[in-house]
């Protein structure tokens, strides 16, 4: 059963550019969670979809950002206009049932930097 | 709102002692889990342990342990016999278990542990 995929591992884009992230939770899972890691500091969330809902986007910066976690296919995170304050590790974590007992399996994290 | 607080930011430790990483926890639901990740320089998160509100004993997952003090909110995580390989940061995170939280964690900002030989 593999594990959480997320790709691409590393990404280098320019000011201005757009940024698209992917994650595939492990099979079986339909919730997925974002979290950016900006460097010196711990993991922050930012989205929780099911299959194509949003469900608590509390986290997500109000411009530039969004998610969507399509019926088929991988969840995605797309940055637009990118800007240097966005360069960060970004995870996706899956789970079966989004309760407290539940762990969170984490993908392997997407480097983002933009230049 | 979740708060994760862990106090120390780096913490050396002897190879083969024991030692443990402070956090402690701030929330206002009645019923929550407090998870310990590893993140060695790799980048990868890495599941260590869980502790849920209403366990009655303290979790142990082989060399790990978690000293969960409820009325203190505290979960500490005990790491014996350290290894070189146990040289990483470490998280402490926490999980509602309902309402608006769906189960999102809440990080604490981590601790680096090293480990000398």
């Known amino acids: 059963n593999a594990g959480v995929m997320q790709n691409p591992r590393h990404l280098v884009r320019r000011r201005g550019q757009e940024a698209r992230l992917r994650c595939s939770p492990m099979k079986g899972h339909s919730h997925v969670y974002w979290y950016r890691q900006l460097p010196e500091e711990g993991l922050k969330f930012m989205v929780y979809?099911?299959?194509?809902?949003?469900?608590?986007e509390s986290g997500m910066p109000k411009e530039r950002f969004s998610a969507e976690f399509p019926k088929e296919g991988p969840s995605i995170l797309r940055i637009q206009q990118v800007v240097r304050g966005d360069s960060a590790a970004y995870f996706c974590?899956?789970?079966?049932?989004?309760?407290?007992?539940?762990?969170?399996?984490f993908g392997p994290g997407t480097r983002l930097t933009v230049t | 709102a979740q708060k994760i607080t862990q106090t120390q930011p780096g913490m050396f430790v002897q190879e083969k002692e024991a030692v443990t990483l402070d956090c402690t926890y701030d929330?206002?639901?009645?019923?929550?889990?407090l998870f310990w990740y590893k993140q060695p320089s790799s980048g990868e998160m890495i599941f260590l342990i869980y502790q849920g509100s209403y366990d009655q004993q303290n979790a142990t997952e082989g060399r790990y342990s978690l000293n969960f003090q409820k009325a203190r909110k505290s979960a500490n995580l005990v790491i014996s016999a350290s290894q070189l390989g146990d040289s990483a940061m470490y998280f402490c995170a926490m999980r509602g278990a309902g309402g608006t939280s769906y189960g999102k964690l809440t990080f604490g900002q981590g601790t680096i542990l090293t480990v000398h030989p």
């Open positions: 929330t206002s639901d009645p019923s929550y889990g």
């Open positions: 974590a899956s789970t079966a049932v989004a309760i407290s007992s539940y762990e969170q399996y």
């Open positions: 979809l099911q299959k194509e809902n949003i469900i608590d």
